[in-house]
């Protein structure tokens, strides 16, 4: 495609801008030759078969009435492969068979393109009468802003809500993964699968996507140097750590655990270190073996791997969270710029993980006159919270005591926009902020500021904290309360604040449609002062399901937008 482009070029360069007169319409001139070119150049878009297009349309009456449960089949016609045989549900044949949608209550559905060509859509009720007909060109690049259609007749309206153009096949919806967000970049994982014998005998190849806005996916990085795959009587499986940057890397931790198939039993693991360059990152990077010990595993089943205090602490330094097997005892370790151990937090710095659920986001990093200080919980939480504050030139490990001021702590104390902030009380629990003038002073106490954040406040009951996390970007701040530390089945309460935590506002529900609930703290991150919410869901087409990539964001008076984005990937 490459040199058919630059062929192109040089045949403009050659014809020196000439004006062509309508006689010069031979084939044998040199406009019917720079056509010809055109023609083939459709022709090899149409033969890329691997690329995928998500369509999000809505179908109404010309009063705006929505088609409820209305039926829409489709199908492309591929210039490069319509050559007679008979198509099938997948192109197994070479041609892909036509694919049909129910379209919901407010007569919108997702439509899924496996092939480049012309699109044809015909519309019926749910009673099957046919209503009207369109079709449109799919191709590589395809926008939004780029979309016609080049038909249309009947009495339909046909409203492009949203479309995404994937260059390769799509992954399934279930290994769909939200990393989390650092630099200013938000992180995906996905799995392609490579090759298909049985669902208990397959392989697949990891990749890592990056976006700075959340919805457009511009950096994919595929991961090298591990194995994932189901071979009858096992199977190898990737975990991966929330991202962090040194400075001119992103920085992963991966886990690569071989267990029993289908009893799922945990035999052993790899453990892998995966770096992305800050700047034009390559299309694959190889993971290399982290030299921690051999019995330790960096994530379990029990605990998504969001949960995981991994963080880098500046100056080269690194904190990530190995369990030893068979033991179930959790060691937070400090790794050098080489990724070797120099340290156990709980043995050489007074840190604690008693409390695995609370524990975890206790460990923070606070940044406080140009220094980065890593903080983790020493104690259990009362009407105090003691802490060890570790800065990352000496590792100076300086106790620091919260005070409550008589009110007892439900949560860990976060640091945000320069502040520290936690829940206190009990139902109602109550936010406050904490100062960080004497924060490096040799054992300080630091007492909480004495008027409450305005407006946060939860009658929420608390089985761990409820305070998960916050997430800041712009002028906002989310405060993340969730029933359920692990997201499985959480309550999930999101405050808004824009004024520094001197009050707060609490966020409306999702819409109903077109979402999952929320089953993972990092698919909530924010950009430019909104909210978004990344997730996978299924759609069907008459004969199995395909995976959509959807992300919501929050508007600028903090509701959630009505319609979800489909997420792009490059």
Not at 7 to 30: A, G, M, Q, V, W
Not at 396 to 407: A, K, M
Request: net charge neutral; aromatic share 14%.
């Amino acid at each position: 495609m490459k040199k058919t482009s630059i062929t192109i070029l040089i045949l403009l360069f050659t014809f020196h801008c000439r004006i062509f007169k309508p006689s010069s319409l031979d084939p044998t001139e040199d406009l019917g030759s720079l056509q010809s070119l055109l023609r083939l150049l459709s022709l090899a878009d149409a033969f890329n078969t691997y690329s995928q297009t998500v369509v999000f349309m809505k179908f109404t009456d010309p009063n705006g009435n929505p088609y409820i449960n209305g039926i829409v089949t489709y199908s492309v016609f591929n210039e490069a492969d319509e050559n007679g045989i008979i198509p099938s549900q997948y192109g197994e044949s070479g041609n892909v068979q036509s694919y049909t949608v129910t379209l919901d209550v407010n007569g919108r559905g997702f439509l899924y393109f496996s092939e480049r060509g012309i699109a044809n859509l015909s519309v019926a009720t749910s009673g099957g009468t046919l209503v009207g007909a369109a079709s449109f060109r799919i191709y590589n690049g395809i926008t939004k802003q780029s979309f016609s259609l080049l038909t249309q007749g009947g009495i339909v309206q046909f409203l492009l809500e949203d479309i995404a153009n994937y260059r390769n096949q799509l992954a399934s919806n279930l290994s769909f993964t939200p990393l989390g967000s650092v630099n200013g970049r938000q992180f995906i994982y996905l799995e392609v699968q490579t090759s298909f014998v049985s669902p208990s005998q397959n392989t697949s190849i990891g990749y890592i996507a990056s976006s700075a806005d959340g919805e457009n996916y511009d950096l994919v990085t595929k991961i090298d140097g591990v194995t994932i795959e189901k071979n009858i009587t096992y199977e190898l499986i990737l975990k991966i750590s929330k991202p962090v940057f040194n400075g001119s890397e992103y920085v992963f931790f991966l886990s690569e655990e071989k267990r029993n198939y289908p009893a799922l039993t945990y035999l052993s693991t790899k453990n892998f270190v995966f770096k992305i360059p800050n700047l034009f990152p390559p299309s694959s990077n190889l993971a290399t073996s982290l030299p921690i010990a051999t019995n330790a595993f960096l994530f379990t089943d029990s605990y998504p791997s969001w949960m995981y205090p991994t963080m880098y602490f500046g100056n080269g330094r690194y904190v990530i969270t190995p369990t030893y097997y068979p033991a179930v005892e959790k060691r937070p370790t400090l790794l050098n710029a080489n990724f070797e151990p120099t340290a156990d937090l709980i043995s050489g710095f007074s840190c604690q993980m008693s409390t695995f659920e609370n524990d975890t986001i206790a460990y923070q990093v606070a940044s406080i006159g140009g220094i980065d200080y890593l903080q983790c919980p020493s104690a259990t939480f009362t009407t105090t919270a003691p802490v060890r504050s570790i800065d990352t030139f000496a590792l100076n490990n300086n106790p620091v005591n919260f005070d409550g001021s008589g009110i007892n702590f439900q949560s860990p104390v976060f640091f945000a926009r320069g502040k520290f902030v936690s829940l206190l009380g009990s139902s109602p629990y109550v936010g406050y902020t904490f100062p960080t003038g004497n924060y490096a002073s040799p054992s300080p106490t630091i007492t909480r500021n004495g008027t409450a954040i305005s407006g946060f406040s939860t009658s929420q009951t608390p089985v761990y904290s409820l305070l998960r996390e916050i997430k800041s970007s712009g002028n906002s701040d989310y405060l993340i309360i969730s029933t359920d530390p692990t997201f499985v089945a959480p309550t999930v309460e999101i405050y808004r604040s824009t004024d520094s935590f001197a009050t707060a506002t609490l966020l409306p529900s999702l819409p109903g449609f077109y979402h999952t609930a929320i089953n993972k703290g990092e698919q909530l991150q924010s950009v430019n002062g909104k909210l978004n919410y990344s997730y996978a869901i299924s759609a069907g087409t008459g004969f199995g399901f395909f995976p959509v990539y959807l992300t919501r964001f929050t508007q600028d008076d903090g509701n959630w937008e009505a319609l979800p984005r489909l997420i792009k990937i490059r």
